[in-house]
């Protein structure tokens, strides 16, 4: 596929620093290549859809014509669930209705911006290491195995639904699957963790609701949180940060709030493969996660 534009989105230049920071140190570590998407806007996430979802349509196009007209390029890596959603959608929404197209064209014309014109793919980082080396070139790169960590995968909600906008899953073999996706569970596996059999990887983290409804968010993430457990898990692998942050968050409030405790720590997928690549906790923003797991990945050999 050769260089991506990468879209951190806003999440990954506040909340997220630590995907941001791992996500840079890991497609590095592996040799690939990537080119920050510039001038990038919002895509429109959850609020914007409230007011027309036409402008939460063009906000995303708006991203990927930048990537083809001004940069050259034919694939954006969202690394964000809620980021490769919508661009996933505003590619959906301009392929099957013309109207959608000509809307998009239009604002973009009025508002002096790049014209989409359709020529553009958006994947997830998951998909985009799957593509470029796959399990077989991930295990060819480990220089420290992640020793057997129990992890259970979280993908979250947005990453596979509404089916319909993520034509490329669910082709057979060696596809990402929409209804038990496995590719974060690939990846770890192939740096030497135990995926465990957990059944809400996609169920919803309640990030929606964490200001109108904190008591909802909490409930939902403990669910999660207490089938990892229950499933044996050690550690949860997220691929998101709204999902990450909910977690992290929600977790001591279930604690603190309702006196649940759980032990189950929380780490993006990146940092564990970052770690299995030989790279420092540092590196990777380890440190900066609200969820301590140094001791822990101490404790497993694993730094």
Known sequence: MGKVAYYPG??????????????RALVKALGLEMENLKDYNCCGAMEVKNIHPMLQTYL?????????????????????????????????ETATSEKAME????????ADDPVYKGDVRTLHLLEWLMEELGTEGIK??????????????????????????????????????????HFMDDLLGAAGAVNV???????????????SDSDTSTQLVLNIIQAAEDAGAEVIATEC????S????HQIRAETEFGIKTNVKVLYFTQLLGLALGLSPRKLGIHENISDSVGYLKEKGVI
């Not at 694939?75 to 590619?91: D, F, I, Q, S, T």
């Not at 809307?103 to 009025?110: E, F, G, I, M, S």
């Open 103 to 110: 809307t998009v064209q239009d604002l973009a014309r009025k």
């Open 140 to 181: 060819q790169r480990i220089s420290k195995s992640l020793n057997g960590i129990k992890i259970a995968n979280y993908y979250g909600c947005m990453y596979v639904r509404p089916r319909q906008i993520f034509p490329e899953k669910d082709q057979g073999p060696g596809s990402e699957s929409s209804y038990k996706p």
């Open 10 to 23: 806003c999440a990954l230049e506040g909340s997220g620093g630590p995907y941001d920071k791992s996500t």
């Open 60 to 92: 995303s196009a708006r991203n990927m014509a930048i990537a083809s007209e001004q940069m050259g390029l034919d694939a954006v890596m969202a690394p964000c669930n809620g980021c490769y959603h919508n661009l996933k959608k505003a590619e959906y």
């Open 197 to 211: 059999d957990f059944p809400l990887k996609t169920a919803c983290c309640g990030g929606a609701h964490t200001l």
């Open 246 to 249: 909910g977690l992290e968050m």
């Open 241 to 244: 940060p709204t999902c990450h």
